[in-house]
């Protein structure tokens, strides 16, 4: 388990990152989203003991990481520019990652190399950007770590490469302990793939919580009353998050499991009715909304 | 097996990331420097060829190419300038990755521990100098071997100028990697490296020059102890390789372990003291401190201070000089300084030209305290000039003239290396008498009172007595002396006046009698001396002819050291040296190495005169220099410049009135034994001159009218006599010499009117 217990960090005098804590789950996929500036790759390069915190702990299975290499053992880190050496090919630098992660699987990483479509022998300077992230995610799976950090890796991957290294990484979570944390800004990105997320904005962490939670707890309904007196009845028995009307049509994002919802709706007088499931988006938007932050504005700009 | 290749592993990464510094370092020691060597050696080899083998001429030729040989393999100052420079790349380009974002994010998140990398990276430096270095020195033995160079001494030299080398390369590593941890980016890496290399020397040369330039100084700041690696191996190279060529070769231990003391010790000192502070940096190093221009914000403002203060000072002298010592041009060149100095500094620390305004409170530090010092040494307020500590706080006192040349002691006697003889005089010296100690500080106080005049000129118009020995030319009576007081308490204070014997004869006389002055001042008294005296060859000679001593050397030593106890203010102020001798001590093989200490003869010195009598050496001047039969001619010039301020002649203006004379030189000859034998009473032999101490007596010799030559008789040529020159004693010229010079003037007239 990774802990951040009131991580703190600051630049210049400007805070980067202002007392985060959150706690990240073993075996699962934790996003890691937020604007730019919000303290993402601070957040990570504390966890993956590049930067010492001023305040608070970064824990990776209840050992401080920063300077210590047993705690970095359990984990590999990809920044969001990674760093080859100059003129290496992937080659070199199987090499070097075999010499400093003990159990680097060799022979996975020319596989995964083969099925990629990269060559070992070519120099890492000519590969494009896309290509040049794919091999350092390859490295961080084949390091057989516990954890893999990626700083927006998924950034400058096309859909099909994106699909491919999410089956690799379902893969690898069902063949061992595996617990990859994605940092992006692009929350599309990571619905499909995260078991959790953590919402970070200005330094703090709006919110950290699991998808599946999430998405079994807040539903979104569309639908037509047939009168005012059946809306008001009726909307007057949901948890309603947000409320949005046009004409007569209705659109509720509803706090409740989808089965209750529907039997609520069932039961009442109504022209036409609909429970949909949310995007990731959505319930961010929703969540945050709830909290007095305009999500498209944090999240979208 | 594991941990093994998993080193190698990361051994080769930093190699790799490294190579191309590895591999300039094996072009420039493994490539370059031996085939520079072996070209050389080619050409010597050409030249040697010239001569038949066994030759003198071809046995000088080899040892000139063994001599060249050595430059390449031992001690070279081209050695210790590569070392600094790789010291400098590898030092930069090993620990740049602290610079670089994307390399801090894989160094620091990969599980190898600072400590392990800091030294693989440490010793990858130091290892590839080392390999480098070792390869090029067995190349250019292997040309030697080739040339028949090699010699058995060369096995101890080449480890002697390894482990020296490596030492050098690596407390200069140690002093970059320093600039290296306390920046955050190559080019503030880079220019802290060399603001490390030249800040002490520049602190030392603007104290030298602003005591210099304001107060009466000694100059004692840039010598002794250096901490700058490169600089104190500067100043050591020179001694140590003459200590090497001259006994280290003969394979003499103390040599050696003086070697391994004075340069090998300090240097290895050096590099544990900084490379602890280099680590102590490297761990609490901020991560994020990448592209910083000081990766400790913390210490900024105090860099800021140490870099202006200099600056301003620097600046402010330059002003001064420039403007011909005005204190106005000081100060303001001195505050401008501080004001350009904070913008630069500003702008390299925050690459933003408003930053200017920012540490305003480190900007008016600095310009305090540089104003401050200026003032301090320009308004003396420190009273280093007024300085003449009290009687009774002066424990020991040592004293010696500025740069004081006799040749009375020149050599360590193990070492063979001359020395400087003020410095040894005040190390050595340390006297207890109170009589010194007082006559010492009436030195000083005379020169106070006297309103502290800057030389002699001064001293004698500014004092009523007026000097008799006041002439440009001859040996000059006033002299700088410099005192070394040891108060109470165990302060040492170093003190510069200027000392007119004739002011304070009584002071000076006291010194002069003083024991541990003369024993620090006169190697005669040392137990070395009288323990190389079964090996030495003594030499008497009156300045025309030279003779070897025979008789027994222990006693003559013994009556010469009772004679000798005469020697002081008042001997030599009131007589003159009537003759010299030599003792010759050294190695004999070589004459070039041959060592000699010479001492005076006066006429007082009868128990040295009779043990010379009584070796048949002819002694003493009051028969003249030389019998009037050994000579057969003596011919004077005399330079006649109608416009000179001073005329011997005293030809009367009338006489020479609306005529056009150049200056010319007139000549007399003299052959007449009589004439002979005046002159020869009249002049002094310019040999004997050298015993005549500056400072000390003011003799006067009359240097217009010169002997030109002396043409001595069958009789005379056949004693050998020396050709060195003579000299007339001021007033001794006799008359007829005068009237000569007057006649062949008139000559000189009669014959201009004739061509007119």
Redesign the interface.
């Known amino acids: 388990m990774i802990e951040c217990r009131d991580l703190t960090k600051s ?1 210049d005098g400007t805070a980067a990152v202002r007392q985060v804590s959150v706690t990240i789950r073993e075996n699962n996929v934790f996003g890691l989203v937020g604007t730019n500036g919000a303290g993402k790759s601070t957040t990570l ?1 504390m966890i ?5 915190p001023e305040s608070g702990l970064a824990l990776v299975d209840n050992m401080p990481v920063y ?1 210590n ?2 705690a ?2 359990r ?3 990809i ?1 969001d ?3 080859f ?4 090919t992937p080659r ?1 630098m199987q ?2 990652y ?5 159990e680097f699987d060799r022979e996975r990483f020319y596989l995964y190399l083969d099925q990629f479509g990269l060559d070992a022998r070519r120099k890492i300077s000519t590969f494009s950007k896309g290509m040049k992230k794919q091999l350092a995610i390859l490295a961080g799976l084949c390091a057989h770590t516990k954890y893999l ?1 990626c700083d927006e890796t998924f950034d400058g991957l096309d859909p099909v490469m994106r699909q491919a290294v999410k089956s690799i990484f379902a893969r690898e979570m069902e063949e061992r302990n595996f617990t990859p944390v994605i940092a992006s800004h692009n929350l599309r990105e990571l619905e499909d793939i995260c078991d959790h997320v953590g919402l970070l904005h200005e330094g703090g962490v709006l919110l950290s919580r699991d998808l599946e939670d999430l998405k079994l707890n807040l539903q979104k309904v569309q639908c037509v009353f047939g009168s005012k007196q059946e809306e008001e009845k009726t909307l007057g028995q949901l948890n309603l998050v947000k409320t949005e009307r046009r004409g007569s049509l209705l659109t509720l994002t509803v706090r409740g499991g989808r089965e209750e919802l529907t039997a609520v709706f069932a039961a009442a007088d109504t022209l036409f009715y609909e429970v949909l499931p949310l995007s990731l988006e959505e319930i961010f938007i929703s969540e945050t909304e709830v909290r007095g932050y305009d999500i498209k504005k944090l999240v979208f700009g | 097996m594991t941990l093994k290749s998993s080193y190698l592993a990361k051994w080769k990464e930093n190699v790799r990331r490294r190579g191309w510094t590895f591999l300039l370092c094996a072009v420039a020691l493994d490539i370059l420097v031996p085939l520079i060597c072996l070209m050389t050696m080619l050409n010597r080899q050409k030249d040697l060829l010239e001569f038949a083998v066994g030759t003198q001429e071809y046995l000088k030729r080899f040892e000139l190419m063994k001599t060249s040989f050595e430059s390449f393999v031992g001690f070279s100052g081209t050695d210790a300038i590569l070392a600094v420079f790789f010291a400098v790349v590898f030092g930069l380009q090993g620990f740049s990755w602290l610079y670089k974002q994307q390399k801090m994010d894989l160094y620091m998140s990969v599980p190898v521990s600072k400590t392990k990398r800091f030294i693989l990276i440490w010793l990858n430096g130091v290892f590839a100098y080392a390999v480098c270095y070792l390869i090029g020195q067995l190349l250019c033995y292997g040309v030697g071997a080739f040339f028949g160079l090699l010699e058995p001494y060369m096995l101890v030299q080449f480890f002697l100028n390894f482990g020296l080398q490596l030492l050098l390369f690596i407390a200069n590593y140690q002093l970059v990697l320093l600039a290296v941890m306390l920046c955050g980016n190559t080019g503030c890496a880079l220019l802290g490296t060399g603001v490390l290399f030249i800040y002490e020397w520049l602190i030392r040369y603007l104290l030298e020059r602003y005591m210099n330039w304001f107060v009466s100084y000694c100059g004692r700041i840039l010598e002794g102890f250096w901490v700058t690696p490169f600089v104190s191996w500067l100043k050591v190279r020179e001694s140590n390789r003459m200590l090497w060529d001259t006994v280290g070769k003969q394979g003499s231990l103390a040599a050696i372990l003086t070697m391994l003391g004075e340069e090998a010790l300090f240097l290895l000192g050096f590099s544990l003291v900084v490379g602890a502070l280099v680590y102590w940096l490297f761990r609490i190093r901020r991560t994020e401190a990448h592209g910083w221009a000081i990766a400790f914000p913390a210490i900024k403002p105090v860099l800021e201070v140490l870099l202006l203060i200099p600056f301003a000072m620097l600046v402010g002298l330059l002003g001064l000089e420039l403007s011909g010592d005005s204190s106005v041009m000081l100060f303001v060149c001195a505050l401008l300084a501080v004001l350009l100095g904070h913008g630069i500094i500003q702008l390299i620390y925050e690459r933003d030209l408003r930053a200017v305004k920012k540490q305003k409170t480190a900007l008016l530090f600095s310009l305090a305290v540089s104003c401050l010092l200026i003032a301090l040494f320009r308004f003396d307020w420190i009273g280093y000039d007024s300085y003449v500590p009290k009687p009774e706080k002066v424990e020991r006192v040592s004293v010696a003239m500025e740069r004081d040349y006799t040749p009375f002691r020149r050599f360590d006697m193990d070492a063979l290396l001359s020395m400087d003889l003020d410095e040894y005089i005040l190390e050595h010296m340390s006297s207890e008498d109170p009589d010194t100690i007082a006559a010492v500080l009436e030195m000083a106080n005379a020169w106070q009172r006297a309103g502290r005049p800057e030389d002699s000129t001064v001293w004698s118009t500014a004092w009523p007595l007026q000097l008799p020995g006041e002439k440009d030319g001859d040996n000059s009576l006033t002299a700088w002396w410099i005192a070394r007081y040891e108060l109470s308490g165990g302060r040492t204070v170093y003190r510069r006046f200027l000392v007119n014997p004739t002011v304070t004869p009584e002071a000076v006389l006291a010194v002069t009698r003083d024991d541990t002055w003369r024993r620090a001042r006169y190697q005669i008294y040392d137990e070395q001396f009288a323990n190389c005296l079964p090996s030495m060859r003594i030499r008497y000679h009156d300045g025309m002819l030279y003779t070897l001593y025979t008789g027994d050397k222990e006693e003559f030593y013994r009556a010469y050291l009772e004679d000798f106890a005469a020697y002081d203010l008042e001997l030599i102020q009131n007589n003159l040296p009537c003759g010299v001798l030599d003792f010759y001590f050294g190695p004999e093989e070589d004459g070039q190495r041959e060592c000699v200490l010479s001492f005076p003869v006066y006429e007082c010195f009868t128990r040295t005169r009779a043990l010379l009598s009584a070796d048949g050496i002819a002694n003493g001047l009051e028969d003249g220099l030389l019998p009037t039969e050994d000579v057969s001619e003596i011919r004077v010039r005399y330079r006649y410049d109608p416009e000179a301020e001073e005329d011997l002649l005293a030809v009367p203006q009338t006489q020479i009135a609306n005529r056009n004379i150049e200056p010319t030189w007139l000549i007399a000859s003299f052959d007449r034994p009589d004439q002979i034998a005046q002159i020869l009473q009249s002049v002094y032999p310019d040999r004997l001159n050298t015993m005549l101490e500056d400072g000390l007596c003011g003799w006067r010799f009359e240097r217009s009218v010169q002997v030109d030559e002396v043409k001595f008789s069958e009789s005379g040529k056949e004693k050998r006599y020396a050709t060195s020159g003579v000299t007339f004693r001021e007033g001794r010229i006799p008359d007829f010499v005068l009237d000569a010079l007057r006649e062949s003037l008139q000559k000189e007239l009669e014959n201009s009117s004739a061509h007119e």
């Open positions: 630049f390069r993956a003991g590049v930067l010492k300077d290499m047993h970095k053992a984990l590999f880190f920044a520019d990674p760093y050496f100059s003129n290496a070199d090499r070097y075999s010499s400093v992660y003990r950090l």
